[in-house]
């Protein structure tokens, strides 16, 4: 009986030790950390954080896709519709398939290195002066192409960016990704006045915090989320108060001050261009009696 | 003769105010993927910059103005306990983290702003079943949003 006890407090204790001992990530120590501007890419070894941090490993949020090609031409065709779509996951997929299948993909190659290092490096938006020269000596026109859109931190390293890229090699075979660019767009909805999302914000700020536990999550960005996504249906249906007819904070302020004031000067020259008589119809002098 | 001029003057006024309103320039910002993927890697660089920086005033514009221990204040705290990973991230990084977000078109109905919260639960390391869950719960309420007549 004590035999039993004795190995029923160890396996208690042993029990207890092993919920308590989760695995805590790496803390780093202020001072093992260099200063740096935060703004300015790290290398993916060595993260210089200003305070005491807590390094994690960023892992993408890549679902498994499955891709269904039985031929080789067929698992092409999806890895460029892929490619064209901007769809990461279902490129990575038919690729693999293709190869597998016994396609020729010499000309996805590079494609697929950029959009993988990309979607695995904490800095994967841009690349540095290594890729660049291996893709500068493989692809012609490729060096001019990417000089405009080259990058020059603080500390002079120059930074190329995977995006641009990429779509550089895909026109090389003949694929255009359906995402247009445009550096300035007009805006073509008519933005809400100021009171108006001031009012929304507000609402949104009290629902947060009134808001019950989420059926899904738990979780106050879940409410957050919603509230952003999905304004009140009262603010939808509710009429509209009037908008604001004149926005002196709002950068065309300046413009409709300038505008009063020519419209003020105009119309008093006018009033009095009509009221003053001319010389042939005043009165005639009188000389003074 | 006189009266030509105050006209002439009147439409010399309305000329120079719609020449300048048609000049002024007018820039919309990203709101959620499909926005986001126009726009070109410098200029995503330099909204993540501003976007991170406008965040961080914010929150402690908002410390500032309320009182202790308002709701204001609470709500601050807990939004800040949970982006405070934005402090530490580069703008490179954010750039990326969202071009890799993005790359799914299933995110593309996304908003900007729920996509960098998610991406900074993910970097701070919240277990990827929530992160799964939020990611579902935003495509669903951007599908319905994209929906929506603008107003």
Known sequence: ?289 | MRKLVGLALLLFSFAAYAADKATAPEITPPANGEDWLKLSSTEKLFWSIGYAQGYADALGKIDVAAGPSSPCTALATRTERQTSTFGKVSGFEVVSGLEKFYSDPANAQIPVGSAIRIYLLQASGKDQTTIQELIETARLLGAEASRRPQK
Do not use: C
């Open chain 1, 1 to 289: 009986m004590g035999l039993l006890r004795a190995t029923a407090l160890v396996l208690f204790s042993l029990a207890l030790f092993g919920v308590a001992d989760d695995p805590l990530p790496r803390v780093r120590a202020k001072s093992d950390a260099p200063p740096a501007n935060t703004n300015e890419p790290q290398s993916s070894s060595t993260i210089a954080y200003e305070m005491p941090a807590v390094t994690l490993a960023v892992e993408p949020i890549v679902a498994a896709v499955a891709v269904d090609a039985r031929d080789a031409a067929s698992a092409v065709a999806q890895m460029r519709d892929a490619l064209a779509s901007n769809d990461a996951p279902r490129f990575e997929a038919a690729y693999k398939r293709a190869a597998e299948l016994g396609a020729n993909v010499s000309a996805y190659e590079d494609i697929e290195k950029v959009w993988s290092y990309a979607n695995t490096d904490p800095n994967g938006a841009f690349y540095g002066s290594e890729m660049h020269d291996r893709l500068a000596a493989r692809h012609p026109g490729y060096a001019q192409y990417i000089e405009r859109y080259r990058l020059v931190d603080g500390r002079g390293n120059v930074w190329y960016p995977t995006s641009e890229t990429r779509q550089f090699l895909a026109g090389k075979v003949s694929v255009v990704p359906s995402v247009a660019r445009a550096t300035v767009r007009e805006e073509t909805s008519r933005p809400a006045p100021r009171h108006e999302t001031r009012r929304r914000k507000h609402r949104a700020v009290h629902k947060a915090e009134a808001a019950l536990p989420a059926p899904v999550v738990n979780d106050a960005l879940a409410n957050d989320i919603r509230n952003a996504a999905a304004p009140p249906v009262a603010a939808v249906n509710a009429p509209q108060p009037p908008p604001v007819q004149a926005d002196m904070a709002a950068s065309g302020g300046r413009a409709t001050i300038l505008f009063v004031v020519l419209s003020v000067i105009a119309v008093g020259l006018v009033t009095l261009f009509v009221r003053t008589p001319g010389v042939d119809e005043a009165e005639p002098l009188r000389p003074a009696s």
